[in-house]
C-alpha cells in the first residue's frame, strides 16, 4: 500500500527558476496531478538538460539527471524495469526536439508506456537562448540574429500532432502556461496523460508553451502575452490524440 506524504508533495520551498518563468507552473500542476491520483510516492523522473534539470530544487521524488536528450531512452528502461513506477520524461524542447529527438521519436513509435511532459519556450533557455527545432520564424536568438530562416533551418516541429498522427501512442496534447483558464486546460490534460500510462494504454505526450522571459528579453507579463498572440496561432492547443472513452 502506498504511504500517505505527510507534507505536500510541492514542498513550499524556493525554486531556482528565473521570475515570471512557465516551468515552475507546470511542476505545480504535475504535483496536484500526481497527488489526485495517489501516486506522488510512487513516481521517478528522467529529467532533460536544461532549465528542466530545475525540477530537482521543487520536487522531492525519485528521479535521474538524463545525458542530454535521452531521457526518452532512460525512462523506457524505468518503466520496463519498474512497471508499477509512474515515469514521467521532464525535457524541455531543445532537449526532447533537438539534441534527443531520435530518442524522443522512438518512444511514441514504439508506444513505451510513460509520459513526456515537454516545455516548449522555443529556444534553448538554460544556454543563453540558442535556436531550437521550436524557435518561431523569424524569431532573433543568440544563434539566429537576424532572426530564423526556416528555409534553411527547416519549420518548427510540431511533436504532439506527429506523434498523435503517425504513431499508435495512447495521448497526445498540448496546453499553455499563459492564462489561467489554459493552465486549469493544461491540468486536465497532465492528468489524462497519466491515467493513460496508469491503465498501461501506452505512451502519453503533453507539450507545454511556457515562457522564458529571461531570453526573451521581455516582462513576465509581455512574455506570457507573446504566448497567445505569437505561439498559440502556430503550435495549436489541444488534445490531437485522445484516449479511447474518453
Ligand atoms: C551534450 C551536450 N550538449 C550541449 C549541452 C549544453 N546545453 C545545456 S542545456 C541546453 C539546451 C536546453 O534547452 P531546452 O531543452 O529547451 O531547455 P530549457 O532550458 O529551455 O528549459 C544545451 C544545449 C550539454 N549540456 N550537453
Ligand atoms: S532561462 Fe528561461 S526557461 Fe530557464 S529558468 Fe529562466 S525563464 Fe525559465
Ligand atoms: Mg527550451
Keep these: 500500500m502506498t504511504k500517505k506524504r505527510v507534507v505536500p508533495y510541492l514542498i513550499d520551498r524556493p525554486m531556482g527558476f528565473c521570475p515570471g518563468c512557465g516551468h515552475g507552473i507546470v511542476l505545480r500542476l504535475i504535483a496536484k496531478c500526481l497527488e489526485e491520483l495517489g501516486q506522488d510516492n510512487n513516481v521517478i523522473y528522467g529529467i532533460g538538460v536544461g532549465c528542466s534539470s530545475l525540477l530537482g530544487g521543487g520536487l522531492e521524488a ?6 542530454h536528450g535521452r531521457a526518452g531512452a532512460v525512462c523506457t528502461a524505468m518503466k520496463r524495469v519498474n512497471p508499477d513506477n509512474m515515469v514521467i520524461a521532464y525535457q524541455g524542447d531543445g532537449d526532447a526536439y533537438s539534441i534527443g529527438l531520435a530518442e524522443t521519436n522512438s518512444a511514441a513509435y514504439r508506444n513505451e508506456n510513460f509520459t ?30 537576424l532572426g530564423r530562416n526556416c528555409e534553411v533551418t527547416g519549420y518548427p516541429i510540431k511533436f504532439p500532432e506527429l ?19 489554459h ?8 492528468k489524462n496523460a497519466f491515467e493513460a500510462q496508469l491503465n498501461g494504454e501506452g505512451y502519453s505526450v503533453v507539450e507545454v508553451l511556457s515562457a522564458c522571459p529571461t531570453n526573451w528579453g521581455m516582462s513576465a507579463k ?7 498572440k505569437e505561439l498559440i496561432p502556430y503550435f495549436s492547443l489541444g488534445e490531437f490524440k485522445t484516449r479511447e472513452g474518453k
Design 62 to 67: 525519485d528521479r535521474l539527471h538524463c545525458s
Design 116 to 145: 513526456a511532459i515537454i516545455i516548449n519556450n522555443t529556444n534553448y533557455g538554460m544556454t543563453g537562448g540558442q535556436m531550437s527545432n521550436t524557435t518561431m520564424p523569424g524569431q532573433k536568438t543568440a544563434t539566429s540574429p
Design 163 to 181: 506523434a498523435a498522427s503517425q504513431y499508435n501512442v495512447a495521448y497526445a496534447a498540448r496546453g499553455s502556461v499563459s492564462t489561467p483558464a
Design 183 to 190: 493552465i486549469n486546460k493544461l491540468k486536465s490534460y497532465i
Design 222 to 228: 509581455d512574455a506570457m502575452e507573446r504566448i497567445d
